[in-house]
Each structure stands twice: as C-alpha cells, then as structure tokens.
C-alpha cells in the first residue's frame, strides 16, 4: 500500500474520527491508532488502499462485511465499531488492542511450548466458533490477525476483510487472494471459503506455534500453494521431536486436503483440542503479551529468528541461487552445479525475488544444490549468538510492506556483507544442517535477501490461478517420489525434483557391533516406560481436570466434559447477563482435579427469569410458588385485589407485570387476589307503589318485605318513603340480599266545601278522619271552609275541622 501516512495523520475522517500514529502498514490497507472524538475513545482505525475508494462493489461488500463483523459480540473477537467513506479513505473503526500479536511472539520466542500453543489457540478458536454461529467466515486465519492485549488476552481480527478485497473490481476474478501460508487446499483451486477452510488455516497456526514455522515454504508463493493442494501436512513432530501423538494427530486432522475429513466448524476444533488438552493435562498457562514491532526503525533480527521468519516467509530466505559443488581455489570462479544456469542467468524455478550479490567474504559453505535451505552458519559462530543478525533498511522494509494483491515480490538489495545464523532444519544432516560443500571465502555468491515479510507481518497477497496451473502442470508431468515428512523434494521455486541417486549417493551404513547392546537398551527404556506408566496411572493418571466451559454453549460444554472423560449433568439457573444456553460455571470449579469419569455438574444460564403464566382462578399459594420457582418474589397488595364476578374471593386474578415480562432476579411480582363479585346498590323505589317497589327490587337480586308504615306529609299514602337499606347502599354479594320496604300511611284530606255536616262526616271517615265543627258554625248549614284545606296530608284518626252557615 503507499505510504499516506503524512497525508493522514492528524485527519479527522468524517469529522469524527482523529487519525493520530501509524500502527502497522500492509500491502491492501494501514492501521492508525486513533481516537472517537464523539465518545473520546481510543480506537484503532483501519484505512484501505485508495484503489477501493472508487470500486462501488468493493465498497458496498466493505459495508455488508462491517456490519457482520460488528454483530459478533465476543471476548475473544476484536470488536468493530463502525465503518465508513472520507473522500478516498475507505476506512474501518476497531478497538484498540494495547499489545502484539502473535507474529511478534514467534518472532521473539519461537518455537512455543505445547501448553501456550494450546492456550492461544483455544481463544482463537473460541472466536471463529462465535464467527461460524453467526454465518460469517474468516478467510483469512493467521498469526497476524491474532493480537495479544493486555493481561493475555487473545483477540481476532480482520473477520470478513478478505471476502470484500476479492468482491473488489481491482482484483481479476482469476486471482487467488489470501495468506499463502494458510489457504486451505480448496481455496487456492475453487476459491470456496467455508467454515472448514477456516479450519485448516488455523490447524496451520497451530502447527506453526509448536514448530516455528509452516509446513510449508518456497521461493514463490506458487510454489507454496502448490503444495498445500499436492501434499499432507506433516505432524509437527516431523520438525520438532517430543510434541505429544495427540496434538499431532489433531494438527493432522485439522489439515487434511478433503474438507469433509476435517473438523466441522471452530466449535468442533475446539471440542477436539479441549479434549487433547485434558487427556494431556496440560497446565493452563497465560499468554504472554509480545512487543510489537514499530513501522518506522529499523528491524535488527537474530540469525536465528530470522531463519524461523523467513522460513515462515514462504521465500526460500537467504538461499543461493547459484550453488556451488566444490571448492575451487582462490581467485577462481566458482562452477555451477549440473543442471543449472550459467552464472547471470536466471534459474528457471526463480520465480520469487531477484537474487542479489552480496559483496564481500562469504561467511561459510553453501549448499551444493538449488534448494532453499539456509546455509551453515560461519566458522566460528554460533546459530544462537545475538551478534549474529541480518539488518535490513527502512526502507527496504517500506518497500516489501508495500506490495499488496497483484504486486510481484519486489528485490532488497544492500551491499552490505550479510552474516547470517540459520536454525537448523528438519530435514538436515546428521548435524541440523543441510548437506554443504565449502566456497572460498574470497568468492562472490549470489544470495537472496528476504523481504520485510519474511521476518515480519505475513500480509495477505494475490497469485494468478493460471500460474499456479503451470506449477501444477510441470509437476505432473515429471513427478517425483514421496518420502520423509515433506514426500515431496522441492527446488527452489517449489517443483519437485528427483533425489539424489548418482554415483555420489551415499552407501547403506554397514550393521554397528553394538547393534545388540543398542536393541536390549531400547527394549529395557520400554520396559522403563511402562513401568512409569503404571505408577502414572495409580498416582495422577486416574485423574483429569475439570475443563474451563464457562461462556461456551451447552452442547459444546457437555461435550468438552467428556473429551475430559468426565460425565456432565446439566442444571439451569436464571441470570441476569449471560443469556439462555450459555454456561455460567461448572461444580467444581474450572481447573479442579477430579476423577476420570466423576460427575460434574454443568450450570447454564436459562436467562433472566420471567414472570409465569397463572392460571386465573387458583389459589394463591400456588401462585406464589410458581412466582419463587422463576427466582422471582411475590408480593401481596390489598389495594391492588379486585372484584370479578367469575373468580371466587381470595383466589388469583392475574399477576402483575403480565405474564412473559422478561425481570432481573428477586424484582417483586404482585398477585393480585379477586374480592369477589362486585357489591350491589340498592335500587331508588321512593315514590313507587308498594307492588312496583316489591318488583324492581327483586329483578335487582334483593329479597323485599314489608316495614312497618309510617307518616310522611310529602308521600301519599300507599307509596314508599324509604327502605332499608336505604337506596343506592352497596351491598357486598356475599351479604344480606333483604330490603325493608317503608310504606306512607298517610290520607289526604278531601275537600268539603259545600257539603252538609252528614256528608261531611261520611266522606272524612272514608279516609280515617273525624269531622270537628268549627266555633259559630250552623249544624244545619252548609261547609264553606275547613283546616288543614282540601289536599293535605294528615294520618288516619285525625280531625278536619269544618264552618258551616
């Protein structure tokens, strides 16, 4: 990619996000240290070639890709935060992972111990199974998308980025992109990215922590793709005696050319490398944290470390080009091996970098044939010395950083003496080093210098599929047998070629008197070793490790318990933050010892608790118990209690909230209890007659009876001047239903004007009332006035008096 650093730095991309130190640079895309000055967050912001800018399709599979990405929520998943377009900077918002990756720990370390090279990998493959979970492949699985933060925490990054860089109009359909190193068989010849491809890369990872180095390398990254579509990876052992037959036998598995033979996703590699794990007992040990290494000084590698990297480096790093089969005498030119070019001419298998002369003394033989083993160190050196080191110029690094998709490898040239200390190799001589005849050291040899990939970041690149046909093609043509852990004996630029089987072929080793000696010594070392077995067995053996499966899902948690030969049982409990399905903790705890095929109880989270459907109409203790059984405290309000008219009193209505409301643990639910039927007011039949009162009463659910009559001036006789209860009273429905019905008993008084006193008596004793004559009335005379007047209401008995003339 070139170099935008000046022009970046300082930027403010979409007004929001401040681009402030180059972190890393590669051939598609560089990555600042940056800063959200929305949320003042420190971010790691991710800035693509300027070529995307202008691909539509590239852009709008950068968006799908972010977006998927950013739904992956996991601890071990470098989390996106947010992706966008400024003008030419298609740009990715990530967090910032303080630390290095695991590129700068083999760089520093090496070769790793099993139990680190286990302990990275299972957060690795933690992420990729929260990937496949949700749909989305890698594509991309390498040592430098796993970074390393603080406290040795393991993350992945760059999920989905290869898939939008190949959806780009800039890259030729015909073009296979990726990281040589680590495409699986089936992406170099179909293209096809599955869960299983992502498998096998990180099966190389794998391989590559427990060795140092690949399984495979070259001058060309053809030469490297040809391989992994052509040969087996080999068990790490192979290179590095005393990796345990399990891992090796997992490392196989994961790598196998036929997808359908591998692990089926992240999850099941897992299972599988857990299960090895607590077989092995291997100790659980924190990662440490690498130092990264800065984009802009100078890189000053040990001789030995830069052997692994450029081993690593799929370049054939620091191998002659033009060997030599003996040492001629001083001042003389040093004659070409059979078979290969004249000197100034290209060899035909130097596909990768141009080889450079490097002036000066030669420190040290070189091999006699065209391969890309490093040569021995110098006299007088050792393999392990820091003095010992390959310095290679800034720029020279800016430049191989540089290439991306499409590029070729490009040369580093120096004229300074290159003094190198190469690792020894797993397929050497007797000594750790190739077979190797002597060069003057007066003589120029022509050597190839790696570029800043061989002993740095591994990017992703690009090959042309047509090339990789040729390779394939030439290969077939003149194939060659398979033997030892690589079967395939590679030149430089990765075709096979015929071993050696000339006159100079070395002759069998004839049989050693101690043979015998040798034979018994190897019979009693066994015999040793299951001894040591059976006291392994009687002390620690019987006994196993309970997994750490906190985090993992249920099926892949039961699962892991028994690859540690351990029988699950499975509880649920409610949790506020981890959701349903997922294991909140194991009894015992993660790391316990216990015995092969102990019990061991696997806790998962069945979610926060939710409010429980209760029948309406059940008693109230049952209610409370269903409530306590979701983790949940019932409570009880009288002045939430209801009437209802079909649920008996004190049994449950409802509960409230309603039933499915999703609650943290303990929050109070309230039952709400039926007061019964709802009381009913004693209809209004003042005014009515007594029959009319009687009816409206009875029609309302009450039994009506009669009171004892009273007077009342306002109500005539016969209609009804109250009840009791009186009207409108609430009764409960569970009370007396009886209404007293008070009836008036009063008459009105008729009027009598006119009338004789006869009549007049005559007509008030009808009523009930008896006539008085007034003072000065006639007997025989007529009515002309009375009191109370005609109309009033008096009770029976009483007297109406009456004037007559």
Do not use: C
């Amino acid at each position: 990619m070139e170099d935008k650093g000046p022009s970046l730095i300082g930027a403010l991309l979409e007004q929001r996000y401040r681009v402030d130190a180059p972190l890393a640079r590669g051939g598609m895309s560089a990555v600042y240290r940056g800063l959200d000055t929305r949320l003042d967050r420190p971010v790691a912001i991710k800035v693509m070639d300027s070529r995307f800018a202008d691909d539509k399709t590239f852009v709008e599979r950068f968006e799908r890709e972010a977006r998927s990405a950013a739904k992956i929520h996991h601890p071990n998943v470098v989390a996106v935060h947010d992706q966008g377009l400024d003008g030419e900077h298609v740009y990715l918002v990530m967090e910032l992972v303080s630390g290095g990756t695991l590129r700068d720990l083999l760089n520093e370390r090496g070769t790793l111990p099993t139990p680190l090279a286990v302990a990275i990998m299972e957060p690795v493959l933690s992420a990729l199974s929260a990937a496949h979970r949700a749909g989305l492949i890698h594509r991309d699985v390498k040592p430098e998308n796993v970074l390393i933060g603080p406290g040795g925490i393991v993350k992945v990054a760059d999920f989905g980025l290869v898939r939008a860089v190949a959806s780009a109009g800039t890259t030729k359909s015909s073009v296979i992109l990726g990281t040589v190193s680590y495409l699986s068989p089936e992406q170099v010849t179909t293209g096809a990215a599955t869960s299983r491809g992502d498998v096998y890369s990180a099966g190389i990872v794998l391989y590559e922590t427990l060795t140092g180095m690949p399984p495979y390398y070259g001058d060309s990254a053809l030469s490297v793709a040809y391989r992994h579509v052509n040969d087996d990876v080999p068990p790490p052992s192979a290179s590095v005696p005393g990796i345990p037959p399990m891992l090796d036998e997992l490392v196989v598995r994961a790598t196998r050319r036929d997808p359908a033979t591998r692990p089926e996703d992240g999850a099941a590699f897992l299972v599988e490398l857990q299960r090895v794990r607590a077989a092995l007992s291997l100790p659980r040990m924190r990662v440490p944290v690498p130092a990264p290494v800065s984009v802009d000084e100078t890189m000053a590698v040990s001789g030995a470390s830069v052997a692994a990297a450029s081993h690593a480096s799929h370049a054939g790093s620091l191998a002659p080009s033009t060997p030599a089969p003996s040492t001629p005498a001083p001042g003389t030119p040093v004659p070409a091996a059979p078979g290969t070019p004249a000197p100034g001419t290209p060899a035909p298998w130097a596909s990768g970098p141009v080889p450079v002369a490097a002036s000066g003394p030669v420190q040290g033989p070189v091999p006699a044939s065209g391969g890309s083993i490093p040569p021995s160190p110098p006299p007088g050196t050792d393999p392990e010395d820091p003095e010992t080191t390959v310095k290679v110029p800034l720029a020279a690094m800016s430049d191989a950083l540089a290439k991306g998709p499409g590029d070729e490898d490009e040369t580093v040239r120096t004229d300074a003496t290159i003094h190198t200390a190469p690792p020894r190799h797993p397929h050497s001589g007797p000594t750790g080093f190739p077979q190797q005849q002597p060069v003057p050291h007066s003589a120029t040899v022509v050597r190839q210098v790696p570029g800043f990939s061989a002993m740095g970041p591994q990017g992703t690149r690009a090959m042309l599929r047509s090339d990789l046909e040729k390779v394939i093609d030439s290969a077939t043509a003149n194939p060659a047998p398979r033997t030892g852990a690589h079967p395939v004996p590679y030149a430089t630029g990765g075709v096979p070629v015929q071993p050696n089987t000339g006159p100079q072929a070395a002759a069998p080793r004839p049989a050693s008197p101690t043979r015998r000696l040798v034979v018994l010594g190897i019979v009693g070392v066994l015999l040793l070793g299951l001894l040591g077995t059976g006291v392994w067995w009687f002390s620690s053996g019987r006994y196993t490790e309970v997994p750490a499966l906190a985090g993992q899902e249920q099926a892949v948690a039961a699962e892991a318990a028994r690859s540690a030969n351990l029988t699950p049982r499975v509880t649920n409990q409610r949790d506020n933050k981890i959701e349903a399905g997922v294991v909140i903790s194991t009894q015992p705890a993660a790391g316990t010892e216990a015995l092969r095929g102990d019990e061991v109880t696997i806790v998962v989270s069945a979610g926060k608790p939710v409010v429980p459907d209760v029948r309406a109409g059940v008693a109230k203790e049952d209610a409370e118990k269903a409530v306590r059984t979701e983790q949940l405290q019932p409570r009880f309000d009288d002045g939430k209690n209801v009437y209802d008219d079909t649920v008996a009193k004190g049994k449950v209505v409802k509960l409230d909230p309603p039933a499915g409301t999703s609650l943290d643990i303990a929050s109070p639910v309230f039952v709400v209890l039926s007061k019964g039927p709802a009381p009913k007011p004693v209809p209004d039949v003042k005014g009515r007659t007594r029959d009319e009162a009687f009816q409206v009463l009875s029609q309302a659910g009450f039994e009506p009876f009669d009171g004892p009559a009273e007077f009342s001036p306002d109500v005539e006789g016969g209609r009804v001047i109250r009840t009791t209860p009186g009207a409108n009273t609430q009764v409960e429905a569970e009370g007396s239903k009886r209404v007293s019905v008070v009836v008036s008993s009063a008459v009105t008084v008729p009027d009598l004007t006119g009338r004789t006193v006869p009549e007049a008596q005559a007509l008030l004793g009808q009523s009930g009332l008896v006539m008085d004559l007034g003072p000065f009335s006639n007997p025989s005379g007529r009515v002309f006035n009375q009191s109370p007047g005609a109309g009033s209401k008096l009770q029976r008995g009483d007297k109406v008096t009456a004037w007559l003339f």
